[in-house]
């Protein structure tokens, strides 16, 4: 089948006619003639709303139920929040032990920047 023949039978089928004629005027199976129908309408439809791609490595990503999706695995998603630390998003405080200045997710507020200040302050105080 060349590529003018499947060109011909798509805009038969926009025009409205109805697939068993169109199988008959090309000698063709009506399931064939379906298919090529079905897989120009999806390559139309990918055309105009391209898959999301991944903010990491750049694939496309597969068609998920999860629509908000930025990376497609879970190597990506640690790659890139280890380049871009700097966007990562949470609260600002300072250690109470250290002094050093950290910022922490969640919603329950840190005193310490890590386990390490945390157990130097229970050093201090028994």
């Known amino acids: 089948m060349t590529l003018s023949q499947k060109e011909k039978i798509i805009a038969m089928r926009k025009d409205g006619v109805k697939y068993s004629v169109i199988a008959d005027k090309f000698n063709l199976s009506v399931n064939t003639v379906q298919s090529i129908c079905r897989r120009a309408a999806k390559a139309e439809a990918e055309k105009l709303n391209p898959s999301p ?20 695995c879970d190597e990506c998603r640690y790659s890139w929040w280890a380049k871009n630390a700097d966007q990562r998003p949470g609260k600002k405080t300072v250690c109470t032990q250290c002094k050093k200045s950290f910022t922490y997710q969640g919603s329950r507020p840190r005193k310490f920047c890590s386990r390490k200040c945390y157990g130097q302050s229970k050093a201090v105080t028994v």
Request: with cysteine; hydrophobic share 20%; glycine share 0%.
């Open 53 to 72: 791609k991944c903010e990491n490595c750049h694939k496309p990503m597969k068609d998920s139920v999860q629509t908000a999706r930025r990376f497609c």
